[in-house]
């Protein structure tokens, strides 16, 4: 069956990094978009980061962009977060997704989300 298994979330200082990870199985991989979400306590789940199928477009939300860096790794059916100068306003539930769209179809998959605090 489809997994989307995320890791690597935790509680880290003002000004840390993390390394989020996001094994998948179950469905062709390199056919997919990644991309990860957050959702902050009280607030509506937003697009944090997207990858293309092969890696060749990335795309981030304003709030991140220049801190966080997306990859993944279609040998290892993985896609990465790589987040940098951590904020408070990053705390959330990070959740993965895999998204492949077609005439007439969307195959849309999600992990079960893990926890990111930032705070001192």
């Known amino acids: 069956q489809v997994q989307l298994v995320e890791s690597g979330g935790g509680l880290v200082q003002p000004g840390g990094s993390l390394r989020l990870s996001c094994a998948a199985s179950?469905?062709?991989?390199?056919?997919?978009?990644m991309n990860w979400y957050r959702q902050a306590p009280g607030k509506e789940r937003e697009l944090v980061a997207a990858?293309?199928?092969?890696?060749?477009?990335?795309k981030y939300a304003d709030s991140v962009e220049g801190r966080f860096t997306i990859s993944r790794d279609n040998a290892k059916n993985t896609v990465y977060l790589q987040m940098n100068s951590l904020k408070a306003e990053d705390t959330a539930v990070y959740y993965c997704?895999?998204?492949?769209?077609?005439?007439?179809?969307?195959?849309?998959?999600w992990g079960q989300g893990t926890q990111v605090t930032v705070s001192s």
């Open positions: 997704n895999a998204l492949e769209t077609g005439y007439g179809y969307a195959n849309d998959y």
């Open positions: 179950g469905f062709t991989f390199s056919r997919y978009g």
């Open positions: 990858i293309t199928s092969v890696g060749g477009i990335k």
